[in-house]
């Protein structure tokens, strides 16, 4: 008896999945925000210089009093790009001359300012409290915030090699309550780092936990559901993204105070990491490594929660090994990354594929990191991406099974592509339409991530199909370029010194040549899983001789 079997009779879709499916998909609601909080937490509000005029008591009060806060500011600071007072300097004396009504911009030079040497004022009519605000993130010091967010999709990189390896020797619950007890500390820390080097690296360790809370909820989803239920648990996994930036939206219009808002999404971790101490063990891992007793219990566990007491009488530990005996006839042989770039007929599906990856993690993190440049209302922006996304997840099925694989995935990726492109001739005054194809695009790179998932599973033999993380696999190098991908996309933003369009223009080419290349990868809709590379190169040799009296012996036997 396998263990897919074993599983099923103590259910597989029963109350059990449904309470567990609960309790792991909410803490990954809270983890979705954070790692699009600093859209709020770090958000730039307007600002100016401190000008002794207006934010000096003893200087305001040997102004001429017929003069009002404006005037007072047009002769403090220079007019700056968009017609508004400059955000990052200021006149060096007051230029008096400029009130005379048939004075003109020209009346002053460059040489007659000075950057903002005593600090700057923030507009805090939106928020109270934001990390720009709270060390001057702004100006010269203004690549400093997506360098922030580098490090932070830095940290997720590091997580995913160290926690995928953990929980393979140590266990997938163990090492996921260590992580929302990590999440916990590290989140609730960070709200209260006094300078901007220790929130960097506060966000750094909650990243490479949050890695590990990932990783080990989708492994304790899949193991234990069956694989005709795979489908349906990781789609719940997908959603509690989508709910999470929803309930970020709601968080951050209730709480204007980025340390408020940093509390209210890391302290729930406390609680998430209380109760999954009675969550189930992986019964799977649990067999493979030998914990024979504690597998047993688990199982019957299970069956008890899922009604089927007959079942938990029954398993006994002769019922277990022949399980085991099972999983190990057909554990797979070691692969490396040699083998997925040397093997003819691998080589593009993993070039292709990865590339498709990257284009996700880059376009989108690029995008979803900096909604206020999409739209200057970002709390409806924040939900109506998390709203919509839910309906993509779900239509992105459906076009799978309707269109197939490869039309899908290249769509998806060009369409995103050209949506982000055709911003770059959209005027700035036509703010909802820029909304709104910035909103298509985002959603459209949601689909090609739902594609992707699938594809890549479908693409390669299930001796590199695997993802654990002590080997090389397909999955796993295509989570690589994902984060990868991601890394770089906020830093791509800094191209807007040079030219307002440029950071645009990268990222709408990387999905669009990403999907001109998924042209070249097969169709996989309805064909049968791949178990090993020769079956991958059958299926070529399939594609190149379609009548050949040998393809209709192969069909048949596969038949």
Known sequence: MAFSELLDQVGSLGRFQGLQTVALVVPIMCLAAHSLVENFSGAVPSHRCWVPLLDNSTAQASAPEALGPEALLSVSIPPGPNHGPHQCRRFHHPQWQLLDPNATATNWSEAATEPCVDGWVYDQSTFTSTIVAEWDLVCDSQALRPMAQSIFLAGVL?????????????????????????????????????????????????????????????????????????????????????????????????????????????????????????????????????????????????????????????????????????????????????????????????????????????????????????????????????????????????????????????????????????????????????????????????????????????????????????????????QVGARGGAMLGPMVRLLSTHHPSLPLLVYGAVPVLSGLTALLLPETRSLPLPDTIQDVQNQAVKKATPCTREHAVVKSTQL
């Not at 160290?162 to 609730?188: C, E, K, P, Q």
């Open 158 to 478: 590091v997580g995913a090699a160290i926690f995928g390896r953990a929980s393979d020797r140590f266990g997938r619950r163990l090492v996921l309550t260590w992580n929302y007890l990590h999440m916990a500390v590290w989140g609730t820390a960070t709200a209260f780092a006094p300078t901007f080097p220790v929130y960097c690296l506060f966000r750094f360790l909650l990243a490479v936990a949050s890695a590990g809370v990932m990783m080990n909820t989708a492994i304790l989803l899949m193991e234990w559901t069956s694989e005709q239920t795979h489908t349906l648990a990781m789609t719940c996994n997908a959603l509690g993204y989508s709910f999470g930036m929803v309930l970020l939206a709601v968080a951050a219009y209730g709480l204007r105070d980025w340390t408020l808002l940093q509390l209210a999404l890391s302290v729930p971790f406390f609680l998430f990491f209380v109760y999954s101490w009675w969550l189930a063990e992986s019964a799977r891992w649990l067999l493979i490594t030998g914990r024979l007793e504690k597998g047993l219990r688990e199982l019957q566990r299970v069956a008890a929660i899922n009604g089927k007491r007959a079942v938990r009488d029954a398993l006994t530990k002769e019922v277990l090994l022949s399980a085991l005996q099972e999983e190990l006839s057909v554990s797979q042989a070691p692969t490396s990354l040699g083998t997925l770039l040397c093997t003819p007929g691998l080589r593009l599906r993993t070039c292709a594929s990865t590339l498709c990856w990257f284009a996700f993690g880059f376009t989108f993190y690029g995008l979803a990191l900096d909604l206020q440049a999409l739209d200057s209302n970002i709390f409806l922006f924040q939900v109506l991406l998390g709203v919509l996304d839910i309906p993509a997840k779900i239509g992105s099925l459906m076009l799978l099974r309707c269109l197939g694989r490869r039309p899908v995935q290249a769509g998806s990726l060009v369409l995103a592509g050209l949506c982000i492109l055709a911003n770059v001739l959209v005027p700035l005054e036509m703010r909802y339409l820029r909304s709104s194809l910035a909103m298509l695009g985002i959603e459209c790179i949601g689909i090609a991530f739902t594609c992707t998932t699938i594809y890549t599973g479908e693409l390669f033999p299930t001796v590199l199909r695997s993802t654990c993380a002590n080997r090389m696999t397909a999955v796993g190098l295509g």
